[in-house]
């Protein structure tokens, strides 16, 4: 008998490490190979071990917390280096990717939501390897190339050449992805990313496409390139565009020579999101679009006015953990470096955090999501299991100041962390002002979502403590409401700002009114 991914019971990963140095993952990786798995943001992960995934997998290498993975720079060459713990609100938030690589900062912002953008990697995003994954289009339109570290050495590989088939990549046991180098666009280069769901938010793509176009100063193109998401096993390249479009305008019929070859290029399947034959049609109305959109330079006029991050513009930035190699003499040696052996934690290690502002320590969390754990050892119910794949955010947290979804969360990473849940955010026994006005407003309906909800406008509301309506629709766009609430969830925010923040705290708590 087979069972459905549902019915298999959950894989437990019995070790967790949390290294501080790259050296120290690819020491690992050299010595566990096919049995560790990396894990950084853990959107993807966390889910296949929950359907019961990855049973051969005996050590979790946690690269989340390594500050020489996580930034972005620009190269001697003019390129943007991104290290591999860079997340999609990082790409959002930085201006040189919004300014040089647009169609990549368009990508991260439709992946899921802000908690999932908040700890989602864009090289996570590579490796998984769906063609449904956003980012890969604008990454393989751009001409990225993937940096890839091993004990042997470093080796590049462009992103065209990583991808092997569905699901499936170059990368070996022992290796790390390290960086992506892309490719930053010029000033006659436009660029663009557009996307096709069933949803305005959290949604997987039916189809997606980045598009490159370069012009002269007479308006004639001078180079094209195009890739396709969700249209063959592998994110592909649109064959012969650039010799089809390349010295003359881009005008109405280039625009619908470029229609037939996206269409010609797309094998598309059947699966729950949408049919062949629509995925067939919607991608040469896809290219028409994005096409005539270069053509008037309109590239960025979708993009929102400073979109809510709920916190997530750093990373690595957790306290140091409780359990550290203090005692530990052993060195790992990667190259001329070396550095201490971290600490591997199992089931029966305490890990110690801050939670609402009190010290809680407990094992169990090896093996365990940081929802689990949190429900489990400090008993904080608040903190609600709606979907379990961080689609509905109703166990949103706050982890070191970010907001989070605690079911895709491993919960051994709040070792050394701050956390704060829904019943952390009022103090001295006063209801925070946000909540407050849930209450006022008649924001709660059947109360499940409330907890996710008022986490996360808390967020929203720090970060901009005069939301636009807009901005409160994308800080919101990670958590549901069955009963469509909605409108009276805005209108709380609203009277959240009117209150002024603190001042509306002696009234709380009381009569409500």
């Known amino acids: 008998m087979t069972l459905h991914e549902i019915q298999r019971p959950a894989t437990r990963v019995p070790h967790y490490v949390k290294p501080s140095t790259a050296a120290a993952v690819i020491e690992l990786l050299e010595q566990h190979r096919e049995q560790a798995r990396l894990i950084a943001g853990g959107t993807d992960l966390i889910v296949e071990l929950d359907r019961g995934a990855h049973r051969s997998v005996e050590l979790l290498i946690d690269v989340s917390g390594i500050a020489e993975l996580a930034g972005i720079s620009e190269t001697d060459d003019d390129q943007i280096r991104l290290g591999a713990g860079v997340t999609h609100n990082q790409v959002v938030a930085s201006e040189p990717c919004r300014d040089r690589l647009l169609p990549l900062a368009q990508a991260c912002l439709e992946v899921g939501s802000p908690q999932l953008r908040n700890r989602a990697t864009v090289v996570g995003n590579v490796v998984t390897a769906s063609p449904a994954n956003d980012t890969i289009s604008a990454l393989l339109a751009l001409g990225a190339s993937v940096e890839l570290t091993s004990a042997g050495g470093v080796r590049s590989v462009a992103i065209a050449d990583f991808f092997t088939g569905f699901r499936a990549t170059v990368l070996e046991p022992n290796e790390l992805v390290t960086a992506l180098i892309v490719p930053g666009l010029g000033e006659k280069q436009r660029g663009v990313f557009v996307k096709a769901g069933l949803r305005r938010a959290q949604a997987i793509s039916v189809v997606h496409m980045a598009v490159i176009v370069g012009f002269d100063d007479d308006g004639a193109v001078t180079e094209a390139r195009a890739a396709l998401g969700s249209v063959a096993p592998t994110v592909i390249e649109v064959p012969d565009l650039a010799a089809t479009l390349i010295g003359g305008p881009l005008d109405e019929p280039a625009v619908a020579r470029g229609r037939d070859l996206a269409i010609a290029a797309a094998s598309p399947i059947d699966d729950l999101r949408a049919t062949a034959e629509y995925r067939a049609s919607i991608v040469g109305t896809m290219m028409e679009r994005a096409l005539r959109v270069l053509a008037d330079d309109r590239q960025r006029e979708r993009w929102p006015t400073d979109p809510p991050l709920l916190g997530g513009v750093a990373v690595g930035t957790s306290s140091p953990a409780a359990n550290t190699a203090a005692d530990d003499d052993t060195?790992?040696?990667?190259?001329?470096?070396?550095?201490?052996?971290?600490?591997?934690?199992?089931?029966?290690?305490?890990?110690?955090?801050?939670?609402?502002?009190?010290?809680?320590?407990?094992?169990?969390?090896?093996?365990?999501?940081?929802?689990d754990w949190l429900r489990e050892q400090p008993g904080l119910r608040g903190v609600k299991e709606g979907c379990a794949e961080g689609e509905c955010g109703a166990c949103t947290v706050l982890l070191d100041g970010r907001a989070v979804m605690g079911c895709l969360t491993p919960a051994a990473r709040a070792d050394g962390a701050t956390v704060v849940?829904?019943?952390?955010?009022?103090?001295?026994?006063?209801?925070?002002?946000?909540?407050?006005?849930?209450?006022?407003?008649?924001?709660?309906q059947c109360g499940f979502c409330t907890p996710g909800f008022l986490v996360s406008c808390a967020a929203l509301l720090d970060e901009k403590p005069t939301p636009t309506p807009e901005q409160v629709r994308l800080g919101l766009s990670g958590n549901l409401c069955r009963c469509t609430g909605y409108k009276a969830i805005e209108s709380a925010v609203a009277v959240a700002v009117a209150a002024g923040g603190d001042g509306d705290r002696d009234g709380a708590g009381k009569d409500g009114s």
């Open 331 to 371: 060195d790992h040696h990667v190259g001329d470096r070396s550095v201490a052996a971290p600490p591997v934690l199992d089931r029966g290690s305490v890990i110690t955090a801050a939670v609402n502002g009190a010290e809680v320590a407990a094992a169990g969390a090896v093996g365990r999501t940081l929802l």
């Open 421 to 444: 849940t829904v019943e952390g955010l009022a103090t001295d026994g006063m209801l925070a002002p946000i909540q407050d006005a849930f209450i006022r407003t008649g924001a709660v």
